[in-house]
């Protein structure tokens, strides 16, 4: 499975992504239940907020192959500080709109 990653801009000082990074490698968390290798596309952030970038940067995501976009922890569940991103639910419901139904979208990666 080809995957992209979007992460909250704000937590970029707080976590280089080794926690995504390990449960794609030890299939771990999201990726528990994927059977197939994954290759990472690209890992960026949400463009900052409220996030409406981040639809731009699904695009790029998906035009360089991914087959599905992990929403890092940072953003529904607030890792690693536990501080979710307020407009989480916004931001996937646009992406899921600009992208359609082809593109799986992963609500979380690590615990
Ligand atoms: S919009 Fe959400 S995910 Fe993006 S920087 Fe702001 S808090 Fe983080």
Redesign the pocket.
């Known amino acids: 499975m080809k995957l992209g990653i979007i992460?909250?801009?704000?937590?970029e000082d707080f976590c280089p992504g080794t926690g995504c990074f390990r449960a794609i490698r030890n299939k771990k968390g999201a990726f528990a239940e994927i059977n197939e290798d994954i290759e990472i596309v690209g890992f960026c952030?949400?463009?900052?907020?409220?996030?409406k970038k981040?639809v731009l940067r699904a695009r790029k995501l998906v035009e360089r192959g991914a087959e599905a976009i992990a929403f890092a922890s940072?953003?529904q569940k607030g890792t690693p500080i536990g501080?979710p991103?307020?407009?989480?639910k916004r931001?996937k419901e646009l992406i899921a709109k600009d992208l359609g139904e082809d593109i799986k979208l992963l609500d979380y990666s690590h615990d």
């Open positions: 992460r909250c801009m704000q937590t952030n949400c463009g900052g907020c409220p996030a981040s940072c953003i501080y991103c307020p407009f989480a931001m």
